[in-house]
């Protein structure tokens, strides 16, 4: 059973382009959320997705940043017109239901913005 | 809200000792879980321990276990034993069982064996 995949796993970007990072759960997962870890801190929780759904997105930018998990395909968190302060690590996590104790993270991108 | 405060930034210790990282919490909600999580230079996170808060049992995973004390709102890990590939950074998490059972990070502590 393939774990949750991430890609790419590094992405480079100028500023003012755009960030598309990619998320697959697990087979059998439903929902995922989405946590941006800045440097030399903790992940912070950004958007929590069911299929085709955006259940609670209190933790994402207003500006800029948006995600969708369609019914097919994987979820995608995308950043438009990136800026420095973007640069980070974002984490993916799937679960098979909101009623669940545990959430399963895939490896991560770094995003690096010039 | 719900906050997660971790006050070491850095612990060292020496291979086969043991260590303690500090953990408290602050939250109203009476039902919830929390966890350990490991990130080596991987970056991936690595489930160590979770504790259910209604269980008084403290949860243990081989060399890893649990200080649990809930009206102190407090959890910390204890690593015994430690092994150098136990070298990483060691984030305490909490998660309420409503809601959208998001997680609530802590800043994470670097904890470095020394051989």
Known sequence: ???????????????????????SPMKGHS????YRQLPEEGLKFMV???????????GMPKERFSAEFPKEGPSILRIQQVVRGDSAAYFCASSPGRVYNEQFFGPGTRLTVL | AQTVTQSQPEMSVQEAETVTLSCTYDTSESNYYLFWYKQPPSRQMILVIR???YK????TENRFSVNFQKAAKSFSLKISD????????????FMVTSGTYKYIFGTGTRLKVLA
């Open chain 1, 1 to 23: 059973n393939a774990g949750v995949m991430q890609n790419p796993r590094h992405l480079v970007r100028r500023r003012g382009q755009e960030a598309r990072l990619r998320c």
């Open chain 1, 31 to 34: 929902h995922v959320y989405w």
């Open chain 1, 48 to 58: 929590y997705l069911q299929k085709e759904n955006i259940i609670d997105e209190s």
């Open chain 2, 51 to 53: 504790q259910e808060a």
């Open chain 2, 56 to 59: 008084q049992q403290n949860a």
């Open chain 2, 82 to 93: 430690s092994q150098l590939g136990d070298t990483a950074m060691y984030f305490c998490a």
